[in-house]
Structure formats: C-alpha cells, structure tokens
C-alpha cells in the first residue's frame, strides 16, 4: 500500500508543478541505488521515496508527450485546411454547433494540429457522429480564463486532452464515414436522441432522459443545471460512477440470483462479477464512455480481477490499487474534482466502517452512508465549488434512490426495447423528479471563503475525527474545528486604502473595489454571473455589494448582471443608461456625484450632462482615490469624452492605475486623456486573441510612451492591486503557476520609485 501511495503521491505532485524540470526521468535512480544497501524502516521509506519518484517521472513524461502535441503558435487564427471525422454527439446550441475532431490529417503544408480539437459551426450545419469531412478551420491554443474561484476552464481542457479550439469556415466536404466502433456507437446514440425526442418532444424531460441513458447532457438547459447546482444533485444527472456501479449491482445481484437456480459457472460470484463488470462496459460505451465513467470502470476491473485472481486484498489495499490503476492510464484524471470526490466518498464510507464488529441493519447502513458521505464531502465542496447548499443531503437522500434504482433503470429499458409507450412513464418521471428539485433549489446555500491551506487542513481534519469508529472520543470538539472553515473571512484593506481586482472575464470588463468594510462592482461582463463573477465575489469573502455600476448597455459589461442581482445583495444600483435596464431600482450615474468609504472617495465623473450618440459615449466614469494611491475606470468612454473630462478637469484626474478604455481599442485612451490621468499601470481588460484585436498596438504603444507599465488579463489572468502607501499587484497566472497553463509578463510587482 505504500508503493501504490508513494505513486499517487508523485503524479499528484506533478500535476502542481510550475514547470517540468529536466532530468525528472532520472529521479528514481537515486532512491533505487540506495535501496540496495538499507533495510528495516529505512528500506521502507525509501520504497516509498521510490514510488513516489516514479510517479513523479511518470506524469512528467506523460505531460511532455501531451504538450508536444499542443497547437504551434505561429498557426494561431490562419486558416488550416484538416481532414476530420466527428467524435460524440454534436452540441447544438443558440450561436451554433460545438463538435469534438478526430484530426486525420491537415492538407496544408507545414501545419500542426493536436488529435483532438474543439470547433464551432456559427452556421448551425448538420455533424453526423462518425461522419469524415475535409474543412477548412481556424484555431486557437488551449486557453481559459484565469481566476482565483470557481470553475478552471483551462485546467479542464488540459486534463480532458482538448488542446485546441476553433471555428469552421464555410468550405467543407464530406468524405466516406468512419465504420469503427466508436463511430456507430455515435450513430446509435444520435438515433436515441432523436426517438426521444420524437415521443417526447423537445423540453427538460427529453432532455434528462437522453443525458441518463445516452449521454447526451448538451442537451440540459442551462435553467436545469442551476437548478442541479443549486441543490448540489449535478453528479446525479450525468452519467457517472454513480449510476454505472448501481446498474452493475444489480446486474450483479440478478447473476447471483440466477446461478442459484442454473449451476453454469464453478465460482458464481466471479462469473457474476464478469457480468456486472460486461454490462457496466456497454452501458459507458452507450452513453459515450467520457472520462467519468472510465474511471469507474477501471475501478471495477480491478475488483474483478482480484476476485477472479482470488488476491486477498483489503478494502484499503483495492481502493489504492484502483486509484493507481486509474492515475496510470489517465495521469492527467488527477486534475478533476470529480476523481476526488468519487474516491473520496468511497474512503470515507469504508473508514466510517472500521472496527464494527457485525454489519449494520439495512436502515442504519443507509443513514451511516448518508452521514459519512455528507460529512466527508464538506469540505471538498467547500474548497472546490466555495460552498454547498444546505439541503444538499436532504436533496441526495431523495434523488439518489429514485434516479438510480427507479428513473435511470426505466430509461435504460425504454431506450434499449422498440416500444416508444415505454418512453411516455419515463417522461412522468422525470417530471416528478423536477418538482422535487425546484422545491428544494429554494433552499439556502453557505457559502465560504477561500481560505488558507492550515483552515482546509484543520477541515480535512475535523472531517476524518467524525467519521472515525465509535469509541473514538472528541467527536464535538472535532466539529468545532470546521468552524474557521465556515466562518473565515479574508482581511479587508487598511483604512485609507483600497484593494481593486479586475476579474478575467474574457472579453468583457467587471472591477472589484473593497475598502475596509465596503465593496463596490463595476460592470459583471458577459454570460453567466455564475461562471465568474459571483464565485470570485463569494471566495475574495464579500457577502453583499453596496455599489454596482452597469457603466452602459453592452453585454460584455452587463450581461451578468441579472444574475448578480440574483445571487448576491445589492444596496444601490447605478446605471450609465438605467433606461435601458429591465433592473430593479436602477439609478443614473450622475456627474459630479461622490461619497467616501473608510477614508476612500469615490467620485463620478461621466456621463456628461445631455450627452448623445452611442451606447458608449453614455459610460459611467469612476475615479477611486485614496490617501496615495487613485484608480480611474471609464468603461467604454470614447475619445471624446476622454477629452472634454481632460479639459474640465485636468488638474484632478491623476491617477495611479487606469483601466484602459474600451478594452484597449484605438476609439479611446487618447493622448490627452493620459496626460491627464499620468498612469503609472495601466490594465486592459479583454478576450484572449479576441475577435476585435483588443487592445490596438497603437493604444499600446501610446500608454509606454506615457510612462505606463502594461497589464493585460488575456495574458495574466485575473489582477489583484493593493492601493496602499505604495501601489503594488499581483497577477493570477504568476501566482500560481503550474506547466499546464499560460503564464504573463506581470512584473516584479512593485512600481519603480
């Protein structure tokens, strides 16, 4: 069990990485050499030293292999011509078509493509899985935005494989179809869809029957996933090792069953377990056979082939096997939550167990498994999602039973017998199921802030001292040490000073300004408050916003901001075109309007009065000065607002740090405007490789000519400064490196004197 540990360990390791060093291949020679003249304990340790070396060694090497097929920058955005065949069921959604790309090959001369690609089809044309086409494409490296909370885009696609991602031109022809396995189990799976569909209509309830037998969950409104997230029932929904081990179960329960009668096999709990082990496979086959279910599937290989090798092993001993066993084949699975909370789960369920001297009634098994899963998977949300909903167990009790023994089972059988009738019950259920959920998607969540590793160990902690065997004593002072996990509160700026963090929102613009006990948002960007947003707001500890400013009506700077009304409370909302807003108790930014927080003034320059023309000519200004230290932000302002601010007010408009204007575009950051505000770091906000060509070389080249040192989100992920008696920052992507993700010039992070 060391061995199999020291090996976790190691890949583990390797995944938080900075960089890969050279000559990690030849770490384990050193533990090895000295193997041979040790012994007792020594001799132990440095097995385990060994192990973990190789480990070590081995997720290195795995990674160089994985990077050397990454996208050459000089081949970014230049059309590549490709052959490619369709892998998966295609996501159709409302500004096209995504697909998966088995790369065959690329026509043009000297370019490089990764095996797998992402593309999206604008133009919503029909991708038959398994179909080969000859296209013409245009690609990006793998990229994601970079914050400190919520969920890694980046780390996602490096652990998924997907190093590239593009759009489809209009050119493309198909070629003969791939005949493979994989290929018709796509076809088969695009036909369900499309008889589900067909019975049930298009709607919530052909959708959750499509993702529960064929995998299909693209085809889950976002509403409906909200909904899952909100009472923590997310796993339920897709097809995972939840629902692969419970229809092995009892594939496995019924072979038991009916070797009792037919005497077919010598060991009938072998055979049973093959069967179990069989059907499992075809059902993760069935529903695409994502990486989820491969693991699961792993895991029970390992099972089987124990019981089948007669190999007495613990139940410790086979989770650490299985574990290895799973890092192995997929080193990069060490990046996913969802393998630490599978493993997880199933630990804490075995160590609660320990020292029962006889099993468990049938009742009292189901609540020691409710409340060791409940327990031990406290602190991983926590950590990992920045908080659970506190109906979460109430919800899992209900749902789990009735997705994996009633609704999952009957769709399985409704999709795999010809009858359509049989699809019309599975319809009902899962209309029973919704209710449920919306019932208890009301219920409140708590959310934590990110805290330091000593607070998650003291958790981690307090999690196993509760799940220990009875007898074990302690146990109350054990739950009082989960309380600076739940109560923690990262410390607020001195008075006098302020802290801003511009988000990395993509294309788009959200500031965050704390003072010591104030916080104020500008702009949320684009898309979902849940994507980025409310998870950077709930992990950086702030419970509610007293100022949100929606500087103008755009999307990439208030298309979030429903759900951040939604999600958080807001004391006052103002607008540069409130007019224009369908918000609760919106106010215009009106100029010449200031207040000041703990020693820090916020004043409103813009809009100008009667201002006319467009959207942007209509942007809220904010200036932020505190006792040193100013920060000017004015949205989307253009030139000519710049201007008429810089005359009227040139004398006050110095500023230490300005967010660049209009995400960097040649429209604003006028010469004027610069002398006026004589930045000493200034910041763009926009979408890496954006499809506007933010921020314009010319804009760049006009703010180092004014002395300003240049921080981009696109590059350096979300930025941290600290406007204190000196100016100082941080970038997200330099704080935590790690060989798998992009890394910016930020800087040393102190300004120069």
Request: net charge positive; hydrophobic share 50%; charged share 15%.
């Given at each position: 069990?060391?061995?199999?540990?020291?090996?976790?360990?190691?890949?583990?390791?390797?995944?938080?990485?900075?960089?890969?060093?050279?000559?990690?291949?030849?770490?384990?020679?050193?533990?090895?050499?000295?193997?041979?003249?040790?012994?007792?304990?020594?001799?132990?340790?440095?097995?385990?030293?060994?192990?973990?070396?190789?480990?070590?060694?081995?997720?290195?090497?795995?990674?160089?292999?994985?990077?050397?097929?990454?996208?050459?920058?000089?081949?970014?955005?230049?059309?590549?011509?490709?052959?490619?065949?369709?892998?998966?069921?295609?996501?159709?959604?409302?500004?096209?078509?995504?697909?998966?790309?088995?790369?065959?090959?690329?026509?043009?001369?000297?370019?490089?493509?990764?095996?797998?690609?992402?593309?999206?089809?604008?133009?919503?044309?029909?991708?038959?899985?398994?179909?080969?086409?000859?296209?013409?494409?245009?690609?990006?490296?793998?990229?994601?935005?970079?914050?400190?909370?919520?969920?890694?885009?980046?780390?996602?696609?490096?652990?998924?494989?997907?190093?590239?991602?593009?759009?489809?031109?209009?050119?493309?022809?198909?070629?003969?179809?791939?005949?493979?396995?994989?290929?018709?189990?796509?076809?088969?799976?695009?036909?369900?869809?499309?008889?589900?569909?067909?019975?049930?209509?298009?709607?919530?309830?052909?959708?959750?029957?499509?993702?529960?037998?064929?995998?299909?969950?693209?085809?889950?409104?976002?509403?409906?996933?909200?909904?899952?997230?909100?009472?923590?029932?997310?796993?339920?929904?897709?097809?995972?090792?939840?629902?692969?081990?419970?229809?092995?179960?009892?594939?496995?329960?019924?072979?038991?069953?009916?070797?009792?009668?037919?005497?077919?096999?010598?060991?009938?709990?072998?055979?049973?377990?093959?069967?179990?082990?069989?059907?499992?496979?075809?059902?993760?086959?069935?529903?695409?056979?994502?990486?989820?279910?491969?693991?699961?599937?792993?895991?029970?290989?390992?099972?089987?082939?124990?019981?089948?090798?007669?190999?007495?092993?613990?139940?410790?001993?086979?989770?650490?096997?299985?574990?290895?066993?799973?890092?192995?084949?997929?080193?990069?699975?060490?990046?996913?939550?969802?393998?630490?909370?599978?493993?997880?789960?199933?630990?804490?369920?075995?160590?609660?167990?320990?020292?029962?001297?006889?099993?468990?009634?049938?009742?009292?098994?189901?609540?020691?498994?409710?409340?060791?899963?409940?327990?031990?998977?406290?602190?991983?949300?926590?950590?990992?999602?920045?908080?659970?909903?506190?109906?979460?167990?109430?919800?899992?009790?209900?749902?789990?039973?009735?997705?994996?023994?009633?609704?999952?089972?009957?769709?399985?059988?409704?999709?795999?017998?010809?009858?359509?009738?049989?699809?019309?019950?599975?319809?009902?259920?899962?209309?029973?199921?919704?209710?449920?959920?919306?019932?208890?998607?009301?219920?409140?969540?708590?959310?934590?802030?990110?805290?330091?590793?000593?607070?998650?160990?003291?958790?981690?902690?307090?999690?196993?001292?509760?799940?220990?065997?009875?007898?074990?004593?302690?146990?109350?002072?054990?739950?009082?040490?989960?309380?600076?996990?739940?109560?923690?509160?990262?410390?607020?700026?001195?008075?006098?000073?302020?802290?801003?963090?511009?988000?990395?929102?993509?294309?788009?613009?959200?500031?965050?300004?704390?003072?010591?006990?104030?916080?104020?948002?500008?702009?949320?960007?684009?898309?979902?408050?849940?994507?980025?947003?409310?998870?950077?707001?709930?992990?950086?500890?702030?419970?509610?916003?007293?100022?949100?400013?929606?500087?103008?009506?755009?999307?990439?700077?208030?298309?979030?901001?429903?759900?951040?009304?939604?999600?958080?409370?807001?004391?006052?909302?103002?607008?540069?075109?409130?007019?224009?807003?369908?918000?609760?108790?919106?106010q215009l930014c009106r100029q010449g309007e200031s207040w000041v927080w703990?020693?820090?003034?916020?004043?409103?320059?813009?809009?100008?009065?009667?201002?006319?023309g467009e959207d942007n000519a209509h942007s809220c200004v904010l200036q932020?000065?505190?006792?040193?230290?100013?920060?000017?932000?004015?949205?989307?302002?253009?030139?000519?607002?710049?201007?008429?601010?810089?005359?009227?007010?040139?004398?006050?408009l110095r500023s230490s740090v300005l967010i660049a204007g209009h995400h960097?575009?040649?429209?604003?950051?006028?010469?004027?405007?610069?002398?006026?505000?004589?930045?000493?770091?200034?910041?763009?906000?926009?979408?890496?490789?954006?499809?506007?060509?933010?921020?314009?070389?010319?804009?760049?080249?006009?703010?180092?000519?004014?002395?300003?040192?240049?921080?981009?989100?696109?590059?350096?992920?979300?930025?941290?400064?600290?406007?204190?008696?000196?100016?100082?920052?941080?970038?997200?992507?330099?704080?935590?490196?790690?060989?798998?993700?992009?890394?910016?010039?930020?800087?040393?992070?102190?300004?120069?004197?």
């Open positions: 069990m060391l061995l199999m540990a020291g090996w976790v360990a190691g890949i583990a390791l390797c995944a938080v990485l900075p960089f890969l060093p050279q000559g990690l291949y030849w770490l384990p020679l050193f533990p090895a050499a000295a193997i041979w003249r040790s012994s007792g304990m020594l001799r132990q340790g440095l097995l385990g030293v060994l192990a973990l070396t190789a480990g070590l060694a081995y997720g290195g090497w795995r990674a160089n292999l994985r990077l050397a097929q990454e996208l050459p920058p000089a081949w970014a955005q230049r059309p590549i011509e490709l052959v490619a065949t369709v892998r998966g069921l295609p996501d159709p959604g409302e500004y096209g078509v995504r697909l998966a790309l088995e790369v065959e090959s690329t026509l043009t001369p000297g370019a490089a493509l990764p095996a797998k690609v992402q593309v999206h089809d604008y133009l919503k044309r029909d991708w038959p899985p398994g179909s080969r086409w000859q296209l013409n494409a245009r690609f990006k490296p793998r990229r994601g935005s970079a914050n400190a909370f919520g969920f890694d885009a980046e780390q996602w696609l490096w652990s998924e494989g997907m190093l590239a991602s593009g759009s489809a031109g209009k050119g493309r022809r198909r070629l003969e179809d791939r005949h493979d396995l994989l290929a018709w189990v796509d076809a088969w799976r695009a036909r369900q869809v499309a008889r589900i569909e067909r019975v049930l209509r298009p709607g919530r309830e052909s959708a959750l029957v499509a993702a529960l037998t064929v995998g299909a969950q693209q085809r889950v409104a976002r509403e409906d996933w909200q909904l899952f997230s909100a009472t923590g029932l997310t796993h339920i929904v897709s097809i995972s090792g939840l629902h692969i081990t419970m229809l092995a179960g009892l594939v496995a329960w019924l072979g038991m069953r009916a070797l009792r009668f037919l005497p077919l096999a010598r060991a009938p709990r072998v055979a049973a377990a093959w069967a179990a082990l069989a059907a499992a496979t075809g059902y993760a086959l069935l529903a695409g056979f994502s990486v989820p279910t491969q693991r699961t599937l792993f895991m029970l290989a390992v099972g089987c082939g124990c019981l089948a090798w007669r190999r007495r092993l613990s139940a410790f001993q086979a989770w650490w096997l299985a574990l290895a066993v799973v890092l192995l084949i997929d080193p990069f699975s060490v990046l996913a939550p969802g393998l630490w909370l599978s493993f997880g789960l199933v630990a804490a369920l075995m160590f609660s167990s320990l020292a029962r001297r006889a099993p468990a009634g049938r009742w009292r098994a189901v609540w020691d498994g409710q409340w060791a899963a409940g327990v031990a998977s406290l602190a991983p949300l926590a950590a990992m999602f920045g908080g659970f909903p506190l109906l979460s167990p109430l919800a899992n009790a209900w749902a789990i039973p009735f997705v994996s023994v009633l609704l999952t089972p009957w769709c399985l059988l409704a999709v795999a017998l010809p009858w359509d009738s049989l699809l019309l019950p599975a319809g009902w259920l899962v209309q029973g199921f919704y209710l449920g959920v919306e019932w208890m998607a009301k219920g409140p969540a708590w959310h934590v802030a990110g805290a330091p590793w000593p607070v998650w160990g003291l958790a981690g902690l307090a999690s196993a001292w509760l799940l220990a065997p009875r007898g074990v004593a302690g146990k109350p002072l054990a739950a009082l040490l989960m309380l600076p996990m739940l109560a923690y509160r990262p410390a607020g700026p001195a008075p006098g000073a302020f802290r801003a963090t511009v988000l990395d929102v993509g294309q788009g613009l959200a500031v965050l300004v704390q003072t010591a006990e104030r916080a104020l948002l500008f702009d949320t960007g684009a898309g979902e408050a849940g994507r980025v947003v409310l998870p950077q707001l709930r992990g950086l500890g702030v419970p509610r916003l007293d100022v949100l400013i929606l500087s103008h009506h755009d999307s990439d700077h208030d298309g979030a901001a429903a759900g951040v009304l939604d999600g958080i409370p807001v004391s006052r909302l103002l607008a540069g075109q409130p007019q224009s807003f369908r918000l609760r108790g919106a703990d020693g820090v003034r916020f004043d409103i320059l813009a809009p100008l009065a009667g201002v006319q932020v000065a505190g006792e040193k230290q100013a920060l000017m932000v004015s949205g989307d302002a253009p030139e000519a607002v710049e201007n008429a601010l810089a005359e009227r007010w040139a004398g006050r960097g575009s040649r429209t604003s950051s006028s010469d004027a405007w610069l002398a006026a505000t004589q930045p000493q770091l200034a910041i763009v906000s926009a979408g890496f490789l954006n499809r506007y060509r933010h921020p314009h070389p010319q804009v760049l080249e006009r703010l180092r000519r004014h002395g300003a040192r240049v921080l981009r989100t696109d590059q350096d992920g979300a930025l941290t400064i600290e406007f204190g008696p000196t100016l100082s920052w941080r970038c997200l992507r330099q704080d935590q490196p790690r060989y798998w993700r992009a890394r910016g010039a930020c800087g040393d992070g102190v300004t120069p004197d």
